[in-house]
């Protein structure tokens, strides 16, 4: 059979047809390219920052929150971790998705992958050890800030989002339109669609800014071409310890000009 380009050598092809990536008789599933090609890109962002960190302890952990069906966890296993002695946790709460993901990596004998159901927000509390990379692709809505703030309160070296769409700047800017509008720049946001591009964009900016005043480095990139994915923003957050002198007066302001008193708890620690 031709080697298929988007298959790296090492890979597991029982894996791919288990995440039917690859069909039963071994072809690329036209529906998971797209999901592949995602996840290959973001692996090259990934693979550097976990061949660092093993260097530095080897038995390192990332957790990666939302996991879904897990394809991000199932394929950063099998490319990188499963050469290594690092573990990874799912996060996800949905049982049932939990229970097909722990099949699998029973049967792939993958046993440095396991699955936690929990709600993101509750699962500091559910994982002890130190965490050393967080990663969320595409959790929904506000589970990317609780991502957020579960590596932050774990002080882990690189947190890694991409953020889904938001909807809940969005939904306060849409209530306090008509206060804002007495402000001119207030037309950035005045109609629906502008609401939502301008909640999501304003989102994404404030989570960089929270990462920064917490001591973080923050790289914002593109993922792959937009003609993959509308949810396309690439977080990366490398702790350094040294906080942004003025990013919590940045956040301060931003929420008090743009009528977002409310979220102070969600940008704000
Ligand atoms: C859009 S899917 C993305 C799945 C996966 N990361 C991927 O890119 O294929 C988002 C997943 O996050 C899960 N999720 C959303 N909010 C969550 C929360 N607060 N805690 C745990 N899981 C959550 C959903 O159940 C869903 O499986």
Not at 27 to 39: A, E, F, G, P, T
Not at 214 to 232: A, D, F, I, P, R
Request: proline share 2%; charged share 25%; aromatic share 6%.
């Amino acid at each position: 059979m031709q080697p298929i380009e988007e298959i790296k050598p090492q890979q597991s092809i029982e894996l791919l047809k288990s995440l039917h990536i690859l069909t039963r008789d071994g072809k690329v599933n036209q529906d998971s390219r797209r999901k592949l090609k995602q996840v290959y890109h973001l692996y090259q962002f990934i693979e550097p920052i976990l061949t660092e960190i093993k260097e530095i302890k080897e038995d390192y952990l990332l957790v990666d929150h939302g996991a879904g069906k897990s394809y991000l966890g199932f394929i950063l296993y099998d490319l990188f971790v499963k050469l290594s002695q690092g573990r990874v946790i799912g996060v996800e709460f949905n049982q049932k998705l939990i229970d097909q993901s722990e099949k699998l990596a029973r049967e792939l004998k993958f046993e440095r992958l396991s699955f936690l159901t929990s709600d993101i927000n509750s699962s500091a509390n559910l994982i002890d050890s130190p965490v050393d990379i967080v990663t969320a692709l595409h959790a929904c809505d506000t589970a990317t800030d609780d991502a957020l703030h579960f590596g932050l309160n774990k002080k882990a070296a690189y947190i890694i989002v991409i953020p889904c769409c938001q909807a809940e700047v969005a939904s306060h800017l849409k209530k306090n339109k008509a206060q804002s509008l007495k402000m001119p720049l207030a037309e950035l946001w005045r109609h629906g669609i502008h609401t939502r591009e301008m909640g999501s964009h304003l989102t994404n900016v404030l989570r960089c800014l929270l990462l920064e005043s917490q001591g973080y480095q923050v790289t914002v990139t593109e993922l792959v071409g937009w003609e993959h994915s509308m949810k396309n923003e690439l977080i990366i957050a490398k702790r350094t310890g040294d906080k942004k002198g003025n990013a919590t007066e940045r956040i301060e302001k931003i929420l008090h000009e743009f009528n977002l008193e409310a979220l102070k708890s969600r940008f704000l620690i």
